[in-house]
């Protein structure tokens, strides 16, 4: 792939002016779909018209990465020990984390269930132990991407589970079961190393 920078010029063929040249220049450009802009992007703007004639692959892979980042909140309310299982196992991972490193953790570890990084098939199992069941007290709400609700939407399939609640409950319950209960937890070293871009 050719990267161009910002002033260089090439010929193109401008829907207004016809053949004509054209200097590459940073400009905010819309999403397809117009749900969106992406601000400050290298695009070919005509010499003539000034206005954009194509955008650089380059800039393709940033407008499709910001277009990516678009999130969909979640909210889903939890029995309040099920934060302090997300604390605990934060401070297990490295006692110096705080509470903001208790959302990228669940979102982790969805990750991996979902693509079968790490076993996830006694899932359900764990919304039936005693542990489980309490009063739903708090809030906890995500700001999720296209590809951690898919991720949440596969592992509901999968795993046969009812709602977005479940799906984080169970989450958050094998949390428990890994990292909280287990003594010397399989996944701590890459876990770590995860959290090490949350200091
Ligand atoms: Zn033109």
Do not use: W
Not at 29 to 45: C, E, M, P, R, Y
Not at 74 to 100: G, M, N
């Amino acid at each position: 792939m050719k990267i161009v920078k910002e002033g260089d010029k090439r010929q193109v063929v401008c829907p207004v002016c016809g053949l004509s040249l054209a200097t590459y220049a940073l400009r905010d450009i819309d999403f397809s779909d117009q749900s969106g802009t992406v601000k400050n992007v290298l695009a070919a703007v005509c010499d003539t018209c000034q206005k954009v004639v194509s955008i650089p692959k380059q800039s393709t892979a940033k407008v499709r990465a910001e277009y990516n980042k678009v999130k969909t909140s979640v909210d889903v309310r939890l029995p309040a020990h099920y934060l302090d299982i997300l604390t605990l196992a934060a401070q297990k991972i490295d006692p110096t984390l705080t509470e903001s490193f208790n959302k990228p953790l669940v979102l982790y570890y969805l990750h991996a269930l979902s693509r079968g990084r790490y076993p996830a098939c006694d899932l359900s199992q764990l919304l039936e132990s005693d542990l489980a069941k309490a009063r739903a007290s708090k809030r906890f709400s995500l700001k999720l991407n296209e590809k951690s609700l898919f991720e949440v939407k596969a592992l509901m399939t999968a795993q046969g589970l009812k709602s977005n609640t479940d799906v984080f409950k169970s989450v958050i319950l094998k949390i428990n079961e890994d990292l909280v209960q287990g003594k010397v937890p399989e996944h701590l070293p890459e876990l770590q190393n995860f959290a090490a871009a949350f200091g």
